[in-house]
């Protein structure tokens, strides 16, 4: 949030503002500067380093505390969730706040007032309050969320603020962005009643029914994605720190709940069924006074789940049950049951999974997750089309698949890769190729790994963005196809083997599990020297290599009996490819630069199997603050030779051709996950301004806004296309490796006869 400076301009209302009580002056409100008139500006200026500029206002600048972060995203959410315009919104607004006990007065601030759309901001016009706390800090301890029932305090704060405004204040809101609480006051009793509520309705929703079914299509909306990780995160957390579970086993939890509710989504969308993912006031009002839950939406939720089992039976077993209590289940029905998932965007729910699986599934086998930034590069270099088939056989959580699909959407369904939409223009246009991406996940995009927590993980993000089950299958990659018949997912790749058997994929993107601690041994060694048919492979990595005395050349020795996985993984991928087919492969940077005879065969295959496309060395930090693990990698883009380029080189030797190599310093965070911008030579940050045009709905009308960004530049030699406005002028990897296709395209042995 700190990153960016918002100006507002609406087409056709000038700088239109709401007007001053103050005759001649400009009405001061809090702590903040004035508010210019109309005209008047005092242009941008350098920020400091504990200062950032207000979204409310897009005018002033504020102290960078923890509880102002919270504040801009909520206010952000507030306009693009809620459809409250940012002109209606005023910030530490003042209140004469009456103690209700003691009958003492004293002056409160509201940390953000919300008013009558136009109206003047004045204490009468106040129709909803936010009160925000800085985030609490993380401990090593499980912490739990507290329930309505348990936040007297907190709802008592909200409800005196609303009381000081008046009647016509209807909602409240208090956060600390780890416990959320909506409120809303009981217009039917004389004395004052704050009731619980399960979220907010709309700016423009006038027909909203606080007292029926919250959870009706009519008012359910779009997820912002701060708002939609933030309910996923509280999801998790009650059940890992109210319930007791684990954090894996708490994501599995979660995951059945989720699934039921698109699968409620699905039944009302496509076939007019009533909603039963929802919770009813009624039942919040139950659980103002306790929070033990209501059994009415337990048994609804479980019943939907039930029905998921039989729809999915290829996903879910006999084991896979729903064990949580009244109280978990009524407390994630009510977070999730006003927004519709179906029409939020795939890269809001993609970015929320991803956070939930990184946070809580770590393999143990050597298995690193590959962090974000490395992922979307990957996707970004080599570029998979719609007629090719993409594999990962060490998929984890299915980063790479999902990526796949994402870039897949932001290419083919969005007008250059969705910039300059507005949200709900992207995520229409996002909804309306999803059939499309389930068509091309279905028949074109697959996983292995021989975790079954992590393929199923992978198989239902891929679900989760396309409502198709993800080709993912437990088996051990190194094995298949020729051993593990009785693994799991053997016989349901067998029936695939058009697209998965070796010789088929077109593209292929893994990040294999690292360590001469998990050695590989016994007879999958053998499939690495022998083909299927007993003959003896004419390349082979899987021996004992050594150096001759005389002239230090590598020679080959007896076949080895144990194997670091990584080296393996470089064979077994180079032959899931086709003639031709192209991988991005991430390795630790010993096989690449270790002298040690062992490294040196695995480089010498690499080159007698495939052309180097590219070497990208990544800095330490992704795999620090993405996986928790302190290792140097590089990631290496290969094409596989044909026949006819081997044949080639074998009677006119071999020919020299440049190869792209880079080395990435920076990828946007620390060590500590600290996001990082580039600073000028004075050590003082870089800003670029930019405009962005969106929508806001305001009583049922659609108000065009042009926003004036002025932000913070990355310091990212990764950044993909997806995040990058078309202005921008930073050196970046990707950019870089295009320019050396253009002027070296001519040169690379396998663009022989094309047009570089």
Not at 46 to 59: C, P, V
Not at 158 to 176: F, K, N, S
Request: proline share 6%.
């Amino acid at each position: 949030m700190s990153e960016e400076q918002l100006g507002f301009d609406i087409p056709g209302a000038g700088e239109e503002r709401p007007k001053s009580t103050s005759k001649g002056k400009p009405k001061a409100s809090g702590k903040g500067p004035a508010e210019p008139v109309s005209g008047e500006s005092a242009g941008p200026r350098k920020l400091q380093d504990d200062e950032i500029f207000d979204y409310i206002t897009g005018e002033k600048v504020v102290k960078h505390t923890a509880a102002e972060e919270v504040r801009q995203r909520i206010a952000r959410a507030l306009v693009h969730q809620y459809g409250i315009d940012p002109r209606d919104m005023e910030a530490d607004f003042p209140l004469q706040v009456e103690n209700r006990k003691t009958g003492r007065k004293s002056r409160k601030r509201a940390s953000i007032a919300i008013f009558e759309h136009r109206a003047e901001h004045e204490a009468q016009n106040i129709r909803r309050i936010v009160v925000i706390k800085p985030r609490p800090s993380d401990s090593r301890t499980v912490s739990k969320i507290r329930t309505f029932a348990r936040a007297k305090e907190q709802v008592d704060e909200v409800a005196d603020l609303m009381h000081a405004a008046g009647p016509d204040c209807l909602y409240g809101m208090w956060t600390d962005d780890k416990d959320l609480y909506f409120i809303r006051r009981d217009p039917a009793r004389f004395e004052d009643t704050y009731l619980p509520l399960a979220n907010w309705p709309r700016g423009d929703a006038t027909l909203f029914d606080a007292q029926g079914n919250i959870s009706s299509l009519g008012i359910m909306r779009s997820a912002d994605e701060t708002m939609l990780r933030f309910a996923f995160r509280r999801c998790h957390d009650f059940i890992h720190g109210n319930e007791g579970l684990p954090k894996d086993a708490a994501f599995w939890q979660f995951l059945y709940v989720l699934f039921a509710k698109l699968h409620d989504e699905k039944l009302v969308r496509e076939k007019g069924h009533e909603p039963r993912f929802y919770v009813d006031t009624t039942e919040l009002a139950a659980l103002a006074k306790n929070d033990a839950g209501s059994p009415a939406v337990a048994q609804r939720v479980k019943d939907l789940f039930d029905e998921v089992k039989q729809v999915h039976a290829d996903q879910f077993t006999q084991y896979d049950r729903l064990t949580l209590n009244d109280a978990a289940l009524t407390f994630i029905t009510g977070e999730l049951s006003t927004y519709t998932l179906h029409g939020t965007s795939l890269d809001a729910l993609g970015t929320a999974y991803q956070e939930l699986v990184g946070d809580n599934l770590r393999g143990d086998r050597g298995q690193y997750f590959t962090p974000n930034v490395a992922t979307r590069f990957m996707v970004e270099l080599l570029d998979p089309q719609l007629d090719e088939t993409v594999l990962d056989p060490c998929c984890g959580t299915g980063g790479f698949l999902r990526e796949t699909l994402l870039h897949v959407l932001h290419r083919e369904g969005l007008p250059n890769f969705g910039r300059g939409l507005n949200a709900k223009r992207k995520a229409e246009l996002e909804t309306e190729y999803r059939p499309h991406l389930a068509e091309y996940a279905k028949d074109r995009v697959f996983g292995m790994d021989f975790d079954p927590f992590l393929t199923r993980a992978a198989s239902f993000g891929v679900t989760m963005l396309t409502e198709e089950r993800g080709n993912t299958f437990q088996v051990d990659s190194l094995q298949f196809p020729r051993m593990g018949e009785k693994q799991p997912g053997h016989a349901l790749a067998m029936e695939r083997r058009d697209r998965v058997y070796p010789g088929e994929v077109d593209v292929l993107f893994t990040n294999p599990p690292f360590g001469t601690d998990i050695p590989v041994t016994g007879p999958t060694l053998e499939l690495f020297r022998v083909d299927e048919f007993g003959g003896e492979k004419p390349a082979s990595i899987a021996y004992d290599w050594s150096r001759g005395k005389e002239d230090g050349s590598l020679r080959r020795g007896k076949a080895a009996s144990s194997i670091p996985p990584e080296r393996l993984f470089v064979q077994k991928c180079v032959e899931w490819l086709k003639p031709g087919g192209r991988m991005g492969i991430v390795l630790p940077n010993g096989v690449l630069s270790n002298p040690g005879p062992d490294d040196e065969a695995v480089r010498q295959y690499i080159l007698d199997e495939c052309w180097v496309m590219a070497s990208v060395e990544l800095p330490i930090e992704p795999f620090v603050v993405g996986a928790g693990v302190n290792i140097l990698t590089t990631m290496l883009f290969l094409r596989k030779k044909t026949e006819r380029e081997k044949t080639e080189e074998r009677l006119h030797g071999r020919e020299d051709y440049p190869v792209f190599m880079a080395v990435a310093e920076k990828v946007g965070v620390d060590r500590r996950g600290n996001r990082l911008y580039v600073r000028d030579a004075r050590g003082e940050y870089v800003w670029r301004e930019e405009f962005e045009d969106d929508d806001i709905y305001v009583k049922d009308v659609v108000i065009p806004r042009r926003i004036k960004r002025r932000k913070r530049v990355p310091d990212n030699d990764l950044m993909d296309l997806r995040e990058r406005p078309e202005d921008y002028e930073r050196p970046n990897v990707i950019d870089e490796y295009r320019k050396f296709l253009k002027e070296h395209g001519r040169e690379l042995p396998w663009r022989k006869g094309e047009t570089a």
